[in-house]
């Protein structure tokens, strides 16, 4: 609403497509993303969005910068939690673990404050403090049978710790109430399980494609071996036509010796009965 209405609704397009983008094409998320900070930088849902952009394309560094400059402008405490996960991303958990203890975190919401642990118990993880993360994750939002947003993700950390400090066993319950829990499939909790088991997937997709390649490289095959064997066939049309319109060499006649000499001795008799005529008429 601080913007003039041209100007407003460009860069809404922007954020919009920030937000359709930025979970499957991260990058294109990002360029659209730098459009409306170059648009409305003074406007703090842009420096917000630019900072989403930027934490999924792992530039942590501007990342962390937008979310300052967005909670200067708003004074909110809600991007507290993905802050921190900046600071790990940098790599420097030890950060990460102070904010945890900040009071801005008593200041969030549940789903803040879940997400803080979560935070947490990753630089945890990062610093070499697997039993720590375990015990960081130990809540009451854990224990809760209830389900919320946060759920499936609290109880995948935990497993995935747990199977870290090696309770294999313990990783499989809490992998398996993930599962049960996450509704919207934001966890891959049924492929942990599976590994767990010695369960082994095909990936039909990928199955279906090896296969029409492999159809298709035997169609190439077919193909070029069929155009040979035209091209052969051409060839030996062409020799043939040739071969017929060259014009026949002409073989020379032979006469049999003995029919020769008779008729060379015919010729020589005539000759000489054709003199004595002549002589008699003289």
């Known amino acids: 609403m601080s913007l003039p209405k041209g100007l407003a609704e460009e860069v809404a397009r922007n954020l919009v497509m920030v937000a359709n983008l930025l979970d499957e094409e991260p990058e294109e998320a990002y360029a659209y993303s730098r459009i409306a ?8 849902a842009v420096r917000e969005a630019a900072g989403f952009a930027a934490y999924a394309t792992a530039r942590y560094t501007e990342a962390l910068a937008e979310f300052r400059a967005a909670r200067r402008m708003t004074g909110s405490v ?3 939690p993905v802050m921190a996960d900046c600071e790990r991303g940098m790599g420097r958990p030890e950060r990460a673990l102070a904010m945890a203890g900040e009071p801005e975190v008593n200041k969030l919401d549940k789903a803040g404050q879940v997400e803080m642990r979560l935070v947490a118990a990753g630089a945890r993880k990062d610093m070499g403090q697997a039993e720590a993360a375990v015990v960081t994750l ?17 109880r995948y950390a935990y497993a995935d710790a747990l199977l870290e400090v090696g ?3 313990e990783a499989r319950e809490w992998f398996a109430k993930a599962l049960e829990s996450d509704q919207g499939g934001m966890t891959n909790a049924s492929d942990r399980l ?3 088991d010695g ?10 494609a090896d296969t029409e390649a492999e159809v298709e ?15 052969k066939a051409d060839e030996t049309a062409e020799a043939v036509v040739e071969a017929v ?3 026949a060499v002409e073989v020379p006649q032979f006469v049999e010796p003995v029919v020769a000499e008779k008729a060379a001795d015919e010729s020589t008799e005539e000759k000489a009965s054709e003199e004595k005529s002549s002589e008699d008429k003289s």
Do not use: C, H, I, Y
């Open 37 to 44: 900070l170059r648009l409305a930088s003074r406007v703090a």
């Open 78 to 80: 809600e991007l507290w």
């Open 138 to 154: 130990q809540s009451p939002e854990l224990a809760s049978n209830s389900v919320q947003p946060w759920t499936a993700r609290l």
């Open 167 to 169: 309770r294999k066993d």
């Open 194 to 196: 599976a590994e767990l």
């Open 199 to 208: 369960v082994e997937f095909t990936d039909a997709m990928t199955t279906e």
């Open 217 to 231: 490289a035997k169609a190439e095959t077919v193909a070029a071996g069929e155009e040979v064997a035209e091209e």
């Open 245 to 247: 319109e060259t014009p």
